[in-house]
């Protein structure tokens, strides 16, 4: 099993910037990849950023630009550094974990998630 333990949500006003880290209790190396999801109250969990275990990232188009996921090995943690924040960014940031089973099948772990709200 793979826990994964979050921090670095909060308050900020639009245009501020918050970084959020997620340390998983297992090597990142035996992970295919890590990411964040978020969700916002009435809406479905979407993915904003990932970076596979070979350093390929992925990024949702509404954060392109303004936010930054990356790795650091040595403490088996991922970041995600968030700028430019406006309110539509406010919703709950959920670390995820993955490893693949198959060519099409994966198990995924979640955090526990941490609110990030942006004022106007």
């Known amino acids: 099993q793979v826990q994964l333990a979050e921090s670095g949500g909060g308050l900020v006003q639009a245009g501020g910037s918050l970084r959020l880290s997620c340390a998983a209790s297992?090597?990142?190396?035996?992970?295919?990849?890590m990411g964040w999801y978020r969700q916002a109250p009435g809406d479905q969990r979407e993915l904003v950023a990932s970076?596979?275990?070979?350093?390929?990232?992925k990024y949702a188009d509404f954060v392109k630009g303004r936010f930054t996921v990356s790795r650091e090995n040595a403490k088996n943690t991922v970041y995600l550094e968030m700028n430019r924040l406006n309110p539509e960014d406010t919703a709950v940031y959920y670390c995820?974990?993955?490893?693949?089973?198959?060519?099409?099948?994966?198990?995924?772990?979640w955090g526990q998630g941490t609110q990030v709200t942006v004022s106007s």
């Open positions: 995820n974990a993955y490893r693949r089973t198959d060519w099409d099948r994966r198990n995924d772990y």
């Open positions: 297992v090597s990142i190396f035996t992970l295919n990849g």
């Open positions: 970076v596979t275990s070979s350093g390929t990232t």
